[in-house]
């Protein structure tokens, strides 16, 4: 047999459990109490309810416990995850925004000192959209930009388009339909740059727009001095020509010269109609002189009868008659335009005078007709001679066609006359109203200019409509220390996020972290638990911790004996849920403490995949149950005895697939039935339950089970699986042994060590 060669070993076995961390478990070699024991549990046939302590939501103690198991990654990962999102939020939080504000106020409607001009207004509403519109306008932008201590500015100089830039972060406005025009900007940019840019654009404004706004309205003003000075100088002319023209026409009235114009219309007209007249009296003057002419001794019928028409025209022809005829004529022209022009009738003053006048006119030619025919009538009584009557009758015809002819002349003279005056006052009245419509035009156009001139230039000394009531000022952070702030906060943030989510995820693995969990959680019997080895600095450490594995396993053992009282057990197959939860480790330790305890044990590696015995005992791997099993030899020729009294060893052997399908074969069973009576106990190595099938068909020719439960390792969801696949068979299942679990140094009375157990003999042996 070959010797022992581990270096670090117990009684032989080498000290090979997990390392990890977890909470603090009973003292080893003690009895657990009855409340960590479920009774009944591993009753063949029995398959207990899924357990409660799987569907747990997370509570604080169990994200603390996760927590501890995992603190170090937490804690590692959690700085560095901390530390690069303060790092980045540092560096790539954007540069705190400022707002800068001037204010303008913008009246309602514009000052004014005393009057009312003339100037178009528009409603406020769109008076105040105007002026936004004007604020943001390119041409105001421009000419902010424009100076060369806004053009130097940092902030302007890294742009490529600033004026684009300006209008997409300027907000112009009237907060609540106000007065107050507000120009604000809100930027990242330094404070300085954002207040001198707010500044440059509202002078920009009130010097592009509202300057040149009141240099509009004094252009206007000038413009209408001027335009006043043209309408003073026109009137002056046009009055001195109405001078003129009223000279001319005699009156300056417009309704006497209409009154004026009328009577020459009418005297025409008398003209004549009396024109008419003469020619007909011509006409038959000139018909009794061919009549007279052709009869020369025509005797009178009548003594009276050629008087008398003598006579008649004796009167009619007298220059006095015709004197007083024309007098009369003009008096009733007068009369007829006096009446028809008068408001008051016929008790118009003038109108009676007129009246007064023509009745005198009428007796004095009725006297002076009077006259002529007496002298007629007296003439013609002194005449003697009937035969010379003829010849004085044609002369005197004659004589009174000649009068007819000259007076026919005279009137046609007078009515040329009369046409040419009146057509000269046609035009000259057309004229003198055309001239006098025009005058009171301008008259009264002029007049509006004066006034609009005489307003304005009072109102020009109004205040100005819109002005600057408040520059921009430098505006301050409220925190200069936000971006330390906010890289702290989200580097807290992120990392109590890491923590939690670690924490988390560690609990929803369901890892077992102490034993209680496997009793109270799975409904599991706890057999035992087993101590976790340090790494020691010193000797004696190490010597302590070797002892308070002997102890736990000690006490594994007396728990299996203790059960085995009231059914007894000779084969126990040790097994796990998965791989690496130290049932390998167990098994041998197991193996080791029975055999100590004076029992002869076997222990047998049934791990037939992935066999591990003949590496710890430092064996070769063959023969073993492989060969025993594919019957090249029998089990007297595979066990092995180690240095421990009373433990022999069957190894795995060599294996392959056909020899793992001879498990489920008679051989086994009946190797198993063979060696019962060789030895007092038989431990069964196998491999995991939820990997392969290979341990539910050994389970099924064993005494009991026992799972190795390793702390920080095993999962509460896994370790159920597999223990409900071997209720499910009729498996009788002894409990769990918890390995890895850490111990507290006074559990152990300080540095006792076992009496059966000296450190120097060991070393010297």
């Known amino acids: 047999m070959e010797p022992f060669r581990s270096s670090s070993s117990i009684n032989g076995i080498p000290t090979v459990l997990s390392?990890?961390?977890?909470?603090?478990?009973?003292?080893?070699?003690?009895?657990?109490?009855?409340?960590?024991?479920?009774?009944?549990?591993?009753?063949?046939?029995?398959?207990?309810?899924?357990?409660?302590?799987?569907?747990?939501?997370?509570?604080l103690d169990g994200l603390l416990r996760a927590l501890r198991r995992r603190w170090l990654f937490a804690l590692l990962g959690g700085l560095l995850c901390s530390s690069l999102s303060a790092a980045a939020v540092y560096l790539y939080l954007p540069p705190p925004k400022y707002t800068a504000r001037a204010l303008v106020h913008v009246a309602e409607k514009r000052p004014r000192e005393l009057f009312e001009t003339r100037e178009s207004e528009v409603g406020f509403r769109t008076y105040?959209?105007?002026?936004?519109?004007?604020?943001?306008?390119?041409?105001?932008?421009?000419?902010?930009?424009?100076?060369?201590?806004?053009?130097?500015?940092?902030?302007?100089?890294?742009?490529?388009?600033?004026?684009?830039?300006?209008?997409?972060?300027?907000?112009?406005?009237?907060?609540?339909?106000?007065?107050?025009?507000?120009?604000?900007?809100?930027?990242?940019?330094?404070?300085?740059d954002l207040s001198a840019l707010v500044n440059a654009i509202a002078d920009s404004?009130?010097?592009?727009?509202?300057?040149?706004?009141?240099?509009?309205?004094?252009?206007?003003?000038?413009?209408?001095?001027?335009?006043?000075?043209?309408?003073?100088?026109?009137?002056?002319?046009?009055?001195?020509?109405?001078?003129?023209?009223?000279?001319?026409?005699?009156?300056?009235?417009?309704?006497?010269?209409?009154?004026?114009q009328q009577m020459m219309v009418e005297h025409l007209g008398l003209a004549r109609q009396e024109l008419l007249k003469l020619k007909s009296d011509v006409r038959k003057s000139q018909a009794r002189l061919n009549v007279l002419a052709s009869k020369p001794e025509l005797e009178p019928t009548s003594n009276q009868t050629v008087p008398a028409l003598?006579?008649?025209?004796?009167?009619?022809?007298?220059?006095?008659?015709?004197?007083?005829?024309?007098?009369?004529?003009?008096?009733?022209?007068?009369?007829?335009?006096?009446?028809?022009?008068?408001?008051?009738?016929?008790?118009?003053?003038?109108?009676?005078?007129?009246?007064r006048e023509i009745k005198l006119v009428v007796g004095e030619l009725e006297g002076r007709r009077q006259e002529l025919r007496a002298a007629a009538a007296e003439l013609n009584h002194d005449r003697a001679d009937p035969v010379a009557i003829p010849d004085?009758?044609?002369?005197?015809?004659?004589?009174?066609?000649?009068?007819?002819?000259e007076q026919e002349k005279s009137l046609i003279d007078e009515i040329a006359s009369l046409e040419s005056q009146m057509s000269s006052l046609n035009v000259k009245?057309?004229?003198?109203?055309?001239?006098?419509?025009?005058?009171?035009?301008?008259?009264?156009?002029?007049?509006?200019?004066?006034?609009?001139?005489?307003?304005?230039?009072?109102?020009?000394?109004?205040?100005?409509?819109i002005r600057l009531i408040e520059k921009a000022s430098v505006p301050?952070?409220?925190?200069?220390?936000?971006?330390?702030?906010l890289s702290a906060i989200v580097g807290a943030g992120v990392f109590l996020a890491f923590v939690g989510c670690v924490s988390l995820w560690e609990f929803q693995s369901r890892r077992i972290d102490v034993p209680d969990e496997v009793a109270f959680r799975l409904g599991l019997r706890i057999i035992g638990d087993l101590p976790k080895l340090n790494s020691p600095r010193r000797d004696d450490r190490k010597q302590i911790e070797r002892d308070r594995l002997v102890q736990s396993i000690d006490a594994v053992r007396t728990m299996l004996l203790n059960a085995g009282r009231h059914q007894p057990f000779r084969v126990v197959m040790i097994t796990s849920a998965l791989k690496g939860e130290g049932k390998t480790s167990l098994s041998c330790h197991?193996?080791?403490?029975?055999?100590?305890?004076?029992?002869?044990?076997?222990?047998?590696?049934?791990?037939?995949?992935?066999?591990?015995?003949?590496?710890?005992?430092?064996?070769?791997?063959?023969?073993?149950?492989?060969?025993?099993?594919?019957?090249?030899?029998?089990?007297?020729?595979?066990?092995?005895?180690?240095?421990?009294?009373?433990?022999?060893?069957?190894?795995?052997?060599?294996?392959?697939?056909?020899?793992?399908?001879?498990?489920?074969?008679?051989?086994?069973?009946?190797?198993?039935?063979?060696?019962?009576?060789?030895?007092?106990?038989?431990?069964?190595?196998?491999?995991?339950?939820?990997?392969?099938t290979d341990a539910l068909i050994v389970s099924q020719h064993v005494d009991a089970v026992l799972f190795s439960v390793l702390r920080a390792v095993s999962q509460l969801p896994q370790v159920y699986a597999a223990s409900e696949r071997l209720a499910s068979m009729g498996v009788r299942i002894l409990g769990a042994v918890v390995s890895g679990v850490p111990l507290k140094p006074n559990r152990y009375y300080g540095s006792y060590t076992s009496p059966q157990w000296n450190p120097v003999e060991e070393e010297s042996s």
């Open 128 to 192: 105040q959209e105007t002026q936004v519109i004007l604020v943001k306008s390119r041409k105001v932008l421009e000419a902010a930009l424009n100076p060369p201590a806004i053009a130097s500015l940092p902030t302007v100089r890294k742009l490529l388009d600033p004026i684009d830039w300006l209008s997409g972060v300027l907000m112009v406005d009237f907060p609540r339909g106000s007065e107050i025009l507000s120009i604000s900007m809100t930027a990242s940019c330094p404070p300085l």
């Open 19 to 59: 390392q990890e961390q977890g909470a603090s478990a009973p003292t080893p070699g003690e009895l657990l109490p009855v409340d960590r024991i479920v009774p009944g549990y591993g009753d063949p046939l029995k398959v207990a309810e899924p357990p409660p302590g799987l569907s747990e939501m997370p509570d």
């Open 205 to 260: 404004y009130l010097t592009e727009i509202v300057d040149k706004e009141r240099l509009a309205r004094v252009e206007r003003l000038e413009r209408l001095k001027e335009l006043f000075a043209d309408y003073q100088k026109d009137l002056t002319e046009k009055r001195l020509k109405f001078k003129e023209m009223a000279g001319s026409i005699g009156t300056s009235d417009k309704q006497a010269a209409a009154v004026r």
């Open 476 to 485: 301050t952070m409220s925190d200069p220390f936000r971006r330390y702030k």
């Open 392 to 405: 004085a009758r044609l002369e005197e015809v004659k004589e009174y066609l000649e009068i007819l002819h």
């Open 590 to 692: 197991l193996a080791t403490s029975l055999a100590r305890g004076g029992r002869k044990t076997l222990l047998i590696d049934c791990d037939l995949r992935k066999p591990s015995l003949h590496d710890i005992f430092d064996f070769p791997s063959g023969p073993g149950l492989g060969d025993i099993l594919r019957g090249e030899i029998g089990w007297t020729d595979a066990v092995r005895q180690t240095l421990v009294p009373d433990l022999s060893l069957i190894l795995a052997g060599r294996c392959d697939p056909a020899t793992i399908d001879l498990l489920p074969r008679e051989d086994f069973p009946n190797l198993l039935k063979e060696l019962r009576d060789q030895f007092d106990f038989i431990i069964v190595d196998t491999s995991p339950l939820l990997l392969v």
């Open 310 to 355: 003598e006579t008649l025209s004796t009167a009619e022809v007298d220059p006095q008659v015709m004197e007083l005829r024309s007098r009369l004529a003009e008096l009733r022209r007068k009369y007829a335009s006096v009446k028809r022009i008068s408001r008051q009738g016929n008790v118009d003053p003038s109108i009676l005078a007129i009246q």
């Open 429 to 465: 009245s057309m004229d003198f109203h055309w001239l006098e419509d025009e005058i009171t035009v301008a008259s009264d156009t002029a007049k509006m200019v004066g006034v609009e001139v005489q307003s304005m230039t009072v109102e020009m000394q109004a205040p100005p409509r």
